[in-house]
């Protein structure tokens, strides 16, 4: 009967909801919704019975002097300005929900890179799903089967997205979720999937000719068979930080260490996440962006006590490399 109930609301009103955040999300447009729908009965059926109750009976009426009633005043700015606070605060609490990242320890990492117009989706082991033939004459839809992204059931997932052309958006419906993918820098969306099955993902940013035949699919599966999926399409390359173990060695490993010893540059012991400080600006978080700033143009913030030294990276390192790089850095705890 659940199930069945689930099934009309969604088809009538929304997705079905593939995450908790999802539920919350429909609870506050349910609020949305129904406040103004009474908002409105009461101020468009009060105008109504005031125009037929005090309506001109001829053309000898006249209108009668009227002062005001603070009373009245009052409780109709004091409760709208009430339920305006309230819309505020929840929608707050909801927003910051879905943009407070969850722990690195304790969630999957997915890297999206837009292109027109396809998905290109990367894990930590190696594995790409991806396929810029993914709209042809015979399947106007793309081939959605390579465009899948299978994450686990009941952890959290990170995105960490860019573009390699123009500015698309990542819009996935039964998460109630949605972040722009933007050329030359990092953004980020997270979820935790609490219900297995497939979730459409669309591209809600027009990025040219195809873009409404830029499908993909979420696939959500128990974390056991997600594990045995992983180790089965594991590429014999390897994993994205071994590629970036390898870029270390061969680029940066004169001037930067992995044991906190202070040699050229700052070590990248427990670099990621870290406050750092510079000899000019404020103080910054190293996150994704900070870090892929620092590699292609170190100049822009140089850290307190450290020389100028590095030379900038940009247009030497591709983006697969600097993703690679990126996820290395990350690693060294």
């Given at each position: 009967?659940n199930n069945w109930?689930?099934l009309?609301?969604?088809?009538?009103f929304?997705p079905?909801?593939?995450?908790e955040?999802?539920?919350?999300?429909?609870?506050?447009?349910s609020f949305?919704?129904i406040?103004?729908l009474?908002?409105?009965?009461?101020l468009?059926?009060?105008?109504?019975a005031?125009?037929?109750?005090?309506k001109?009976?001829?053309?000898?009426d006249?209108?009668a002097?009227?002062?005001?009633n603070?009373?009245?005043e009052?409780?109709?700015s004091f409760?709208?300005?009430v339920i305006?606070?309230?819309?505020f605060?929840?929608?707050k609490?909801?927003?910051n929900?879905?943009r407070?990242?969850?722990e690195?320890?304790s969630s999957e990492?997915?890297?999206v890179?837009?292109?027109?117009?396809?998905?290109?989706?990367k894990?930590k082991n190696g594995i790409?799903?991806?396929t810029?033939e993914g709209?042809?004459k015979?399947?106007k839809?793309?081939n959605?089967?390579?465009?899948?992204?299978?994450?686990?059931?009941n952890?959290?997932?990170?995105?960490?997205?860019?573009s390699?052309?123009?500015i698309?958006?990542?819009y996935?419906?039964?998460f109630?979720n949605?972040?722009?993918?933007i050329?030359g820098?990092?953004?980020?969306?997270w979820f935790?999937?609490?219900k297995l099955?497939?979730?459409q993902?669309?591209?809600?940013?027009?990025?040219?000719?195809?873009?409404?035949?830029?499908p993909?699919?979420i696939r959500?599966?128990?974390?056991?068979?997600y594990?045995?999926?992983?180790?089965?399409?594991?590429p014999a390359e390897?994993?994205v930080?071994d590629?970036?173990?390898?870029?270390?060695?061969n680029k940066?490993r004169s001037?930067h260490?992995?044991d906190?010893t202070r040699?050229v540059?700052?070590?990248?012991?427990?670099?990621f996440?870290a406050?750092?400080e510079?000899?000019?600006g404020?103080?910054?978080d190293?996150?994704?962006n900070y870090l892929?700033e620092?590699?292609?143009?170190?100049n822009?913030?140089?850290?307190k006590?450290?020389?100028?030294?590095m030379p900038?990276?940009?247009?030497?390192?591709?983006?697969?490399?600097?993703?690679q790089l990126i996820d290395?850095?990350?690693?060294?705890?």
């Amino acid at each position: 009967m659940n199930n069945w109930l689930s099934l009309i609301s969604a088809n009538a009103f929304m997705p079905i909801q593939g995450t908790e955040i999802a539920e919350k999300v429909d609870g506050f447009y349910s609020f949305l919704l129904i406040s103004s729908l009474i908002s409105s009965i009461i101020l468009i059926g009060g105008m109504t019975a005031f125009i037929i109750k005090y309506k001109r009976q001829s053309a000898n009426d006249k209108t009668a002097y009227i002062t005001h009633n603070t009373l009245a005043e009052f409780t109709w700015s004091f409760i709208p300005f009430v339920i305006m606070m309230v819309i505020f605060y929840w929608g707050k609490v909801i927003f910051n929900e879905l943009r407070s990242m969850p722990e690195s320890a304790s969630s999957e990492e997915i890297h999206v890179v837009g292109v027109q117009w396809a998905w290109n989706f990367k894990y930590k082991n190696g594995i790409k799903q991806y396929t810029k033939e993914g709209i042809s004459k015979d399947n106007k839809l793309g081939n959605v089967e390579k465009q899948v992204m299978v994450v686990p059931l009941n952890k959290p997932v990170k995105l960490v997205m860019t573009s390699n052309d123009v500015i698309h958006s990542f819009y996935i419906p039964g998460f109630r979720n949605k972040q722009d993918v933007i050329p030359g820098r990092y953004t980020s969306l997270w979820f935790k999937a609490d219900k297995l099955g497939e979730y459409q993902v669309f591209c809600t940013e027009y990025c040219g000719l195809s873009h409404s035949q830029m499908p993909a699919t979420i696939r959500v599966l128990p974390e056991a068979d997600y594990k045995a999926w992983l180790d089965t399409n594991k590429p014999a390359e390897g994993a994205v930080s071994d590629a970036g173990k390898e870029l270390y060695e061969n680029k940066c490993r004169s001037c930067h260490s992995l044991d906190g010893t202070r040699v050229v540059g700052p070590t990248w012991k427990g670099l990621f996440g870290a406050k750092r400080e510079f000899e000019s600006g404020p103080a910054v978080d190293a996150d994704e962006n900070y870090l892929r700033e620092s590699i292609l143009n170190p100049n822009a913030k140089v850290v307190k006590g450290y020389p100028a030294a590095m030379p900038p990276y940009a247009g030497q390192l591709s983006d697969d490399e600097l993703s690679q790089l990126i996820d290395y850095i990350k690693s060294v705890k």
